[in-house]
């Protein structure tokens, strides 16, 4: 065998084993956001178990995506607001470190949703000695996110969020801002277009908090006033 044909060969094999775990990944994402978006709660639990245990399989099949690695801790950390105290904080233990396993394998994994992901785990865990939540190492992983994909609907949305949550709603408009105006992604139409339905309740959520909070102020100060 000639060493062009070999190369070649070698070559597409490559490819056929990407384009499989690309088709792997695409089937794990629609259905979990099938799961997120279209079963009712009570019938979730159950949905991401199984979910979980074909991630599993397909990791051990493919051991070098970290692609797989990722949808594994999407998919524990969804799960854990189902289930109870001590198995949630198992379970977001367990994503963390599958988040960490994946961006060590390649940072850019999911174009950087893994640090997304983690990013809001570490903002919505509870802190030590609980778990690990950390307001600092949540905000470095989101400016990691949006440095890789700074247009991105769920870096953007999620910073948002954090944002919101810390009491920056002027910031968190401007995010929230970039979220809607980025453009679905072909490969994940559905659960894209349904993040933008979130966004945008986000958005009016944190405009009318800032205009009552401008209203209470104004009525603190009316209120005083006339007390005097």
Known sequence: MKKTTFVALLLLSLQCYADGVANSV?????????????????????AYDALLKKATKLTEQHPNSSELLFWQAVILATNAELQDG??????IHKSRDLLLQSIKMNPQTANGSAYVTLGTLY???????IAFGD???????????LKINPNGIDANYFYGDFLRANNHPTEAEIYF??????PSRDDQLFADNKLKDEVKLALANTKNRKINGVKNAFLSLFNSASLK
């Open 123 to 129: 903002y919505m865990a509870p802190k030590w000695p």
């Open 86 to 91: 001590f198995t949630a904080l198992n379970a």
């Open 177 to 182: 801002e970039k979220a809607l105006s980025a």
């Open 26 to 46: 695409q089937a794990i994402e629609s259905e979990w956001a099938s799961i997120y978006y279209t079963l009712p709660k009570s019938s979730q639990e159950g």
């Open 135 to 145: 307001t600092e190492k949540a905000e470095q992983m989101f400016q990691a996110a």
